[in-house]
């Protein structure tokens, strides 16, 4: 057992900033991190067992304690909700006997929950032992729960064979499914596979390159549009013994599963837009950070980079390029929405809890172990390689004037075609509903949970005058109507997560509250302010829908948003905005529940409030005089 | 003199020293903006969100900003004050902090920060947390429902190899912060008194001492918080 | 100017808040000008007997009597005031909050230390005795107040304050040395 571990932390060099991978290594190993394990770590790394316990306790993938021989982690991101989430869930309990949180008596079954998967054109959806099931339902999770019962393999537990393209790889052999439906420059399949770094490279310097991204006006495609060629810039004119390159594939805003696409189909333009971004800034180091629910494309990736340096696209002296010099490892993650977050995924990089940090410095700055560091996501960097070999001026002929080129959408909820269109920026709401054969249409989410709600009636006036002081997703003045609002950094910026919700839908309960759990389930907790303001207004949104609400707890959820605003990082700062962004444009949703003619009411309940004590001393009454 | 940097806070001209924080460079010059999570002499991490002061029409922590040339600074407006005292309001009734029964009461700074902000009652519902009491170690007990999460324990109490006493277990609102149980029973004498100097409320306790100073005498009993730093 | 009328009471307190009330030293003469006490352990009036202005609430919500008489107080006053950290957030009785009722009662009439003369292990339970509650609720949880006054006790000098404020219509003067929790 010592030896075990010991030669795990060889592996790393008994470095500390690798405790992400001794424990992923040690959970492999295990199914979980023991009390013997944590303190050879402590020794090893020279840092108290609180310290270890601190990095495992944080991941919702790690843990301290035994799991099962099959771990089905079920996810209850809305969408999922929206397709039966609660029955199959239902299914799995009654079947396993067992419910969510816990292990079966035999510890061959344990069931939990967890946070958007980025399945949600096939949800319902589950990760079992890190191999993805789809499109769940009451049935197929018995059969689930009966097959490793019978004690078949997790390989026989799989109901259909495989997904479409690189889904079917050996490597990977998932039984996800690619699901694209619209294609347009960046998932067009007619190029050369690294052709910009083996043919083009040479011919341009990196400030060349710089200018090509910059003229383009690509920003960051994660949702926070920050110009990439500036990015850049930046990056490559900070002084450091070494640069990094990370690419963000932590796509964790639920309703976002792009990510998951362009790595299963198009992961050589991921990777050749690292290897461009590590020659225009004179990188060397270069990282892959993989959410951990994406597990199931590691080997099929790793084998991708593994050709690259075969072909001299990684390694020393790339494409004969003297002195460029650039490599790509594979971080996973453990379960973290936070940590699609550019600095709290470095912190997570260095072996910590995944905490943002305090800006300025900038990870350009200084980021991964203080070297300066650009972060893109996925997209961003396959669309620099059909930049960079088609320039700019050709890019800029798609899109709007104040956002160019194309966005990679992923569509799910109430439609015929959920799956990902890449569509040019400018496009409205209305016509992306088409595209995805949505019909009886009540609200559209754009930009996840953290985005903005809207609502698909022309927007009324009461959202345009007091609402509007503090309160400004921008260019919600300009649209007619909401229907008509355009996907654009200057009225509906997204990182592509559309949800679309049908007039069956009860917006509050289901959708609202669904977020709320997802930010309280997620916070890191390390500001005031986002680990418990959320949490309250979920109990204030609650005591409305139950009835008990006043016209007051309407304006205290609308201050108390303000307060939250004051948090570190952009998911603590946006984390009530499932309710600011409801009652900006469901106002109406709000007053129905609320008492007009109350201005106080607190949901204290003297029946029950006694009944604890009544029924341990066997009492049916309150007392004598009332 | 390239090294001095001129900025203002709320109109009130300020000097500072190349690097110094805003907070650092206010308190130089006779400004106070309220802190609980920064310590001197450690990194600040900007965790409690009260020293939040308006830049460029844009909120940033005072503890990690550094001060930069013609910066103007927003510390001491209506809107700033509601926040740091809904802030101060969250971190009450988020644990439990009854004040009365409390041995750091008169000395605590959360405590002092809701005199300074005139907290009569916290505008959220109290949550009446029970996380308990951590005692197991011999010098030191842990009330962690009076813990604010701070972190000044984590980054100032630690061996001398390094290794801290203290870290966060958890996340999000199951965050806690826990002493390591063997480091804790061999924690020298003076450290343990540090760790609860260090605690800006009364979440670390030593043994065996409390309620020492009656009531008057304390530091905050006559005298507001960080009125020892505002010249005017 | 007609007399305001105060009513006072202590729920879940320990009476340590009335002491205060009295602490104004010869001030109570001058209130004696200024208001007339309806009911209140002041005066031993047991039921209300008018409208009145301003209710003084000591301590928070721990039973069903408590609520009953919170509630009473709500009717019959046009004001309502917190008084003490009992009344605005449960205070030491409220510590039992988060531990199952159960044990509560069972601590104080079984398994306590002090509990020496229960041996058939009777809980009480008479009719007429009010049934514990969940929780202990500040005051504001149960019905509207109107005003809070911190301090374990409030200081006098803070009721003193408060009342004259109310009375006459003028702004509060709150010194930094009158708002305390302990």
């Known amino acids: ?626 | 003199m390239s090294e001095e940097i001129k900025f203002k806070i709320d109109g009130k001209e300020i000097i500072a020293k190349k690097g110094q924080t805003i907070v650092e460079a206010a308190k130089d010059n006779g400004v106070y903006i309220p802190t609980l999570c920064n310590f001197e002499g450690v990194k600040p991490k900007g965790s409690c969100r009260i020293c939040s002061v308006k830049v460029n029409n844009r909120f940033m922590t005072s503890c990690t900003t550094p001060a930069a040339p013609g910066m103007e600074v927003y510390n001491n407006t209506t809107e700033i004050s509601d926040l740091r005292k809904s802030i101060i309001e969250l971190l009450f009734v988020s644990g439990n902090h009854f004040c009365p029964a409390c041995e750091k009461s008169g000395n605590c700074e959360l405590q002092g920060l809701a005199y300074k902000y005139q907290m009569m009652v916290p505008r959220f519902p109290y949550s009446f947390k029970k996380h308990g009491v951590i005692a197991t170690g011999p010098k030191l007990l842990k009330e962690q429902d009076r813990c604010i999460l701070c972190q000044r324990c984590m980054k100032t109490i630690k061996d001398e190899s390094g290794k801290r006493y203290y870290a966060f277990h958890n996340r999000g609102t199951k965050l806690e912060v826990v002493m390591d149980e063997e480091m804790s029973k061999t924690i020298p004498d003076e450290l343990a008194r540090q760790a609860m100097k260090n605690c800006p409320v009364g979440s670390i306790i030593y043994k065996e001492i409390g309620f020492a100073e009656p009531i008057g005498t304390r530091k905050f009993d006559k005298q507001s918080i960080g009125s020892e730093i505002e010249t005017n | ?182």
């Open chain 3, 1 to 182: 100017m007609s007399k305001k009328i105060i009513a006072t009471t202590s729920l879940a307190g320990c009476f340590g808040c009335h002491m205060s009330i009295l602490d104004i030293d010869e001030r109570i003469l001058d209130l004696i000008e200024l208001v007339e006490f309806n009911k209140s352990p002041v005066d031993d009036i047991k039921t209300f007997t008018k409208q009145v202005d301003i209710g003084i609430i000591e301590g928070g919500c721990c039973n069903s009597e408590n609520v009953e008489v919170l509630k009473s107080f709500r009717d019959n006053c046009d004001i309502l005031i917190s008084l003490g950290e009992c009344a605005i957030m449960g205070g030491l009785p409220a510590m039992r909050n988060g531990i199952p009722i159960e044990e509560c009662i069972h601590e104080a009439y079984i398994n306590g230390p002090t509990v020496k003369l229960n041996e058939e292990k009777i809980l009480p339970n008479d009719a007429e005795l009010p049934m514990l509650l969940d929780n202990v609720y500040p005051c504001h949880e149960i019905v509207k107040i109107d005003y809070f006054l911190p301090g374990c006790p409030p200081r006098a000098d803070l009721i003193w304050d408060a009342l004259v404020a109310l009375i006459t219509g003028n702004e509060m003067d709150l010194p930094y040395e009158v708002v305390k929790f302990d």
């Open chain 1, 1 to 626: 057992m010592k030896e075990k571990i010991e030669s795990i932390l060889n592996k790393y060099n008994n470095d500390p900033s690798r405790l992400m991978d001794i424990l992923l290594d040690i959970m492999e190993n295990s199914g979980y991190v023991d009390e013997f394990s944590i303190s050879v770590i402590a020794e090893s790394l020279n840092i108290s067992v609180a310290q270890v316990k601190e990095t495992i306790s944080f991941y919702h993938f790690f843990s301290e304690k035994p799991r099962a021989k099959y771990n089905i982690f079920l996810n209850n991101s809305i969408t999922s909700c929206l397709r039966g989430f609660k029955e199959v869930k239902e299914a799995f309990e009654t079947e396993a006997g067992t419910s969510f949180g816990n292990l079966t008596e035999d510890g061959l079954i344990g069931l939990y929950e967890t946070s958007c998967i980025g399945m949600n054109d096939q949800g319902p959806a589950a990760i079992i032992n890190d191999k993805i099931f789809t499109n769940l339902t009451p049935y197929r999770a018995r059969k689930i729960i009966n097959d490793i019962k019978a004690g078949k393999k997790l390989e026989e537990l799989v109901y259909e064979n495989h997904g479409d393209g690189n889904n079917a790889h050996p490597l990977m052999n998932t039984m996800v499914y690619n699901h694209i439906r619209k294609k347009s420059i960046l998932l067009d399949e007619n190029y050369e596979k690294f052709d910009v770094i083996k043919n083009e490279l040479k011919n341009i310097s990196p400030q060349e390159l710089i200018q090509t991204i910059e003229d383009s006006n690509l920003r960051g495609r994660g949702g926070a549009g920050f110009p990439t060629g500036l990015k850049w810039k930046f990056g490559s004119r900070m002084p450091g013994e070494h640069r990094v390159i990370i690419c963000n594939a932590d796509e964790g805003e639920p309703g976002t599963f792009k990510d998951r696409v362009m790595l299963t189909q198009f992961n050589d333009l991921v990777f050749e837009g690292m290897v461009l971004a590590a020659y225009a800034t004179k990188a060397d180091i270069g990282v892959l950070y993989l959410r951990y629910e994406y597990k199931y494309m590691l080997n099929y990736l790793n084998s991708v980079l593994d050709n690259m340096r075969k072909e001299n696209l990684l390694g020393e002296d790339i494409s004969g390029i003297e002195g460029f010099k650039f490599d790509i490892r594979i971080q996973l993650g453990a379960g973290a929405y936070v940590c699609g977050e550019e600095s709290a995924l470095i912190e997570s990089m260095e072996g910590k809890r995944g905490e943002p940090r305090d800006k300025p410095p900038f990870p350009v700055e200084k980021g991964y172990m203080d070297y300066p560091t650009i972060v893109n996501n996925v997209e961003t960097l396959a669309s620099a390689v059909k930049i960079a070999k088609n320039g700019a001026k050709w890019y800029n002929s798609f899109g709007t004037k104040d956002s160019l080129g194309t966005k990679l959408l992923s569509v799910s909820g109430d439609c015929r075609f959920p799956g990902i269109y890449e569509v040019e920026w400018g496009t409205s709401i209305r016509e992306v509903l088409e595209m995805a054969g949505a019909h009886n249409v009540q609200a559209v989410q754009v930009g996840g949970p953290s985005g903005t709600l809207v609502n698909v009636k022309d927007i009324d006036n009461l959202s345009k005058t007091e609402l509007m002081k503090w309160y400004k997703p921008s260019g919600m003045m300009t649209a007619q109507t909401a229907f008509d609002r355009k996907l654009s950094y200057s009225d509906l910026p997204t990182g592509g997560s559309i949800i679309i919700f049908n007039k069956d839908r009860d917006i509050l309960r289901e959708v609202v509250m669904n977020f709320m759990d997802f930010f309280i389930e997620e916070s890191c907790g390390s500001c005031s302010t986002c680990r418990n303001l959320p949490r309250i207004m979920k109990e204030k949104l609650e005591k409305i829908i139950n009835g008990h609400g006043v016209r007051d707890d309407i304006d205290d959820l609308l201050n108390w948003g303000k307060i939250i605003k004051l948090s570190r990082c952009g998911l603590g700062q946006t984390a009530a905005n499932p309710i600011l962004s409801s009652i900006l444009n469901f106002r109406h949703l709000y007053e129905d529940h609320v008492m007009a003619m109350t201005d106080y009411d607190n949901q204290f309940d003297i029946v029950k409030s006694v009944s604890p004590a009544n029924s341990f001393v066997g009492r049916k009454f309150i007392h004598n005089h009332s």
